[in-house]
Each structure stands twice: as structure tokens, then as C-alpha cells.
């Protein structure tokens, strides 16, 4: 419900960050005008528009402009905060990589505190904002519940719950259907329903009784209309799923589906392909051209045996491939049964370094470029583990819809590493569900994002 006006509320909050960002680097520079020199203008527009692309990053990565902030104060202003913590970080590694940048540090300090003070302002903005939303009497939703069930119990339940101010005024049933106390009175039977909701400006009605039980819904439905009362119908599906689904059509059929997929569509996976192309051949080129001579000497010294370690494991649709990883152990008969646990006796020196690195994935960008993998997705798991977790977990082959990943929504979240407990691989795969249910291109960038910072910063279960 209200997703337009989250959706305004949304774009509205972000122009306005973009436009205080802005203002401050125009006042800012106007104010230091005499002390910066002609041929340093281009420096300090550099400057310019690396910040905003900054921001846009670090507000994207942190998803302070997400549907679930949108109506919490406290949650908007906390993760608008650190976002800005990841925007300074950005600009000070800006700073330090483009040497040529010679900006004066009290501008750039005036820079950042105003900005600061600029979101602060924005963000009691929102709370004002908030506060007319939630008070206004036009905005306010007043509903009538057709029916007296579990399902209509629910729905009062989940629409209290509702950001914008909703009125449930009752529940239409009749007296004798119900036999305990209900939360909001109980308006009677049907044929008073149309009068009573005119008289007390009635905007919605829910029926969670379908026309078919009731067929005095069909004209009521009609009626509503030309009193401008919305009408819904909630379908109760718990006979057949427990679960939320999605309706779709194939022309005038109605489908009901289990979860959404993005990646079903042949357009988002041609998307999907060409990015993993893009990046795959970037890091192919750039990175593993120098680095896999390197490592492959300093493997052979530290241990020797082959350099890549291969393993068959689990792909899309159930298939096996072959992974690729920079070999991080002393060969082993355990190797394809045995998962790596903390001060494993079978990893090198130097394969602890490159567990603990990550490094020892990159190879894996190879398997996403031959289509084996993607850059993001769920982890391939070995054979052995894919036959025990699918005894274990019900939903725990749904993950096979995509292909695997180098890193994943799972990973950037924690869970990676060795799996001790039930709960380890259950909370991982949920994570892998979400990601197949919600996936877009941005989606991808922000998991290689955090991916690249988790690197920096170091991981605890990443040995």
C-alpha cells in the first residue's frame, strides 16, 4: 500500500541530498574564491563531481532511501549517517590516489561539516514531512473488513501496522457468525455495509469473503464504485501455499507463482551475461595476467603440486563444473569430502594468506567468463555437501535455479566459511532465496562493493 507516496518521498529526499551537496560545493567555492588559483579550478571541479558520484554510491550501498526507512525517523537518520561515514572514506581515497589534487584542507573540511549539517537539516525535514503525512484527515485510509475470520483478523493486524494513518472502522459479519470479543466493532450483514460506509466517509473495503460464497458481493461491488469506495477482494490461498505468491497473466489467465524471479526473463539474463563478460574480462586482463605468474611460483615454492586446485561442484539447474581456485592446501584424500575448518592442518602457509585474502577465488572469475559461473550468485557447494544440505533443508535446492557466484548476498551478510550447524547453511540459503527473488544489476554492484570493502576490512570466517 501508499507505494506512490514512498515512492515520492523517496526521489524527493534524494534530489534534495544531491541539491544541498551541490549547494554547498557552490557556496563554498564562491566564499574561498580568492584563494583558490585559475589553473586549480579544474582540480576543485574534479573534486566536484567526484563527490556527488561518491555520494550516489555510498547513499546506494547503505540503501538509505529503501521503502523500510521511509517512514522511520530514527532509522533514515541513522544509516543517512553512515553513509556519510562511507562518503568521507570515498573522498579521502580520492584525495589519496589523484596526487595531482593540491585542495586546500580547510575547504574541504567546510565541504564536508556543511554537508553534514546540510543532511542534518534534511532529515528533521523528513520528520515535519512525516508528521503532515500522519496528521493529514484527507490522507487518512478508513477501511471496512468484510468478514470475520482468520484472514480478516490478519489483515486488521497488518494494516495497524501501515505508516500512513488507517482507520479500521469494523468488521461486516453478522452477529450470530461471531462468538468472542473483537478489537473493532461489527457493523452487521451486507446489505447495511453500502450505507454505513457512506455515512461515515468510508474510503475502502476489504472482503475476505470471495463473491462466490456470497453473491451479494457482486452488486456491492458495483455499488462501491459509484460511491467512489475502493473495493478488494483478499483471496485466502492458505489451503494451497503457506508462503506470499505472485500473480501473473498469460493474456486473460491468471497464474499464481511461488516467488518472483527477475532472472527468469530472457532480457535480464542477457543483461546479467554481458555484465559478467564486462567484469570477467576486466579482472582477466588486468589483474590475473600479472597475478597468476606470481602466485603460481609462490604456491610452487610454498608447496609443491599443481598450482589451481579443481574441484566438481554445484551449478545451475544441478549441474557440475569444474571450480577453479588457486590451490591454498597440501594435497589430501580429503579434499572433495572435507570441508576447511578453522587451523586446518592441511593449509599452507601461504594458502592461509590467500584463504584470508580471497584471493584465492579470483580463478573463479575464469569459470564466470566460460559461463560456468557469475560474479554474484549463491556459493558453489561440493557435490558431497549438495547431497547432504538437500536431505537437511527443503527449500536448500531452490539456489540451483541461478548460477553460482564468486560472491554472493549471503557472503557480504557473514555467512560463509565453514558451516558448524543447521542454522549456518539455513540462514545462508535464505539469503541466496532473497537475492534470487529481488536480483537487478544494481543488486550486483552493491554486492561487489561491500565485497571489496569486506576485503579490506578482513573477514573472521574467511580461513
Known sequence: MNH???????????????????????????VFRTHIPGDMEIQYSYLWFSSNLAWGIAAWANGIYHDRLMYSFEK????????????????????????EADISRLFIISVLTSFLSSLLLN???????????????????????????????????????????????????????????TNYPVIGDIDNLLSFSRTNQVTEIFSTVAPEQDPRLYPLMEEADRSLIRFRIVPDLSYFVRKPVYLDYINDIPLLTLRREPLDDVGNRIKKRLYDIAISSLVIIFILSWLVPILALLIWLDSRGPIFFVQQRSGKDGKTFNCLKFRSMRMNADADAKQATKKDVRITRLGRFLRKSNLDEMP??????????????????????????SKLLDHYMIRHFLKPGITGWAQIHG??????????INNRVEYDLWYLENWSLWLDTRIMFLTALNMVRGEKNAY
Open 76 to 99: 533514515f537518520s541513522r544509516m543517512t549517517m553512515k553513509a556519510f561515514v562511507y562518503f568521507v572514506v570515498l573522498e579521502m581515497l580520492y584525495l589519496f590516489f589523484y596526487k
Open 4 to 30: 506512490r507516496l514512498t515512492t515520492l518521498l523517496r526521489l524527493c529526499f534524494a534530489f534534495l541530498d544531491l541539491i544541498v551537496l551541490n549547494l554547498v560545493f557552490i557556496i563554498c567555492r564562491y
Open 364 to 389: 573463479q572469475f575464469f569459470n564466470v567468463f566460460m559461463s560456468d559461473m557469475s560474479v554474484v550468485g549463491p556459493r558453489p557447494h561440493m557435490i558431497k555437501h549438495t547431497e547432504d544440505y
Open 415 to 424: 555467512y560463509r566459511g565453514e558451516i558448524r550447524i543447521v542454522d549456518d
Open 123 to 181: 532529515r528533521f525535514l523528513h520528520l515535519t514531512v512525516l508528521h503532515y503525512v500522519q496528521r493529514k484527515h484527507h490522507i487518512v485510509r478508513k477501511i471496512i473488513i468484510v468478514g470475520y475470520n482468520t484472514q480478516a483478523k490478519k489483515l486488521a493486524l497488518y494494516l495497524e501496522q501501515e505508516p500512513i494513518k488507517t482507520e479500521i472502522m469494523g468488521f461486516c459479519e453478522r452477529d450470530d457468525n461471531i462468538q468472542e470479543l
